[in-house]
């Protein structure tokens, strides 16, 4: 029984560690492309808005109950509303760094959509 309790506390250990990593590598992704865009005050304070929204629409999408295929739905009509304001806040240059910053992180889903 001992054996038992500390293989699964080793487990959960790994598990939360290497979920800390994730979530740490996740933040550290979003600040360098972030700064890729060289966004002026007034446009840093509006991504931050604009992010926040999403994330919570998102966190409230992963919540609620529904079809895959709804949830697909609601995603990409968040994702194209939260495009419309990137547009309107980013100028062309960084927009264009913008959205070339979405194809690869669409890319990096995909190829590890396959590996699993």
């Known amino acids: 029984m001992k054996k038992i309790i500390i293989i699964t506390t080793v487990l959960l250990c790994a598990a939360c560690t290497n979920l800390l990593a994730q979530k740490q590598e996740a933040l550290e992704k979003y600040q360098a492309n972030r ?55 980013l100028d062309k240059e960084q927009y264009k760094t913008y959205t070339a910053q979405q194809k690869e992180m669409k890319e990096a889903v995909k190829n590890n959509r396959r590996k699993h």
């Open 35 to 89: 700064a890729k865009l060289n966004l002026t005050e007034e446009q840093e304070q509006k991504v931050k808005a604009i992010d926040s929204v999403y994330l919570l629409n998102l966190e409230g999408l992963r919540k609620e109950g529904g079809s895959k295929l709804s949830k697909l739905r609601k995603f990409k009509d968040m994702s194209a509303t939260k495009d419309k304001q990137m547009k309107a806040v």
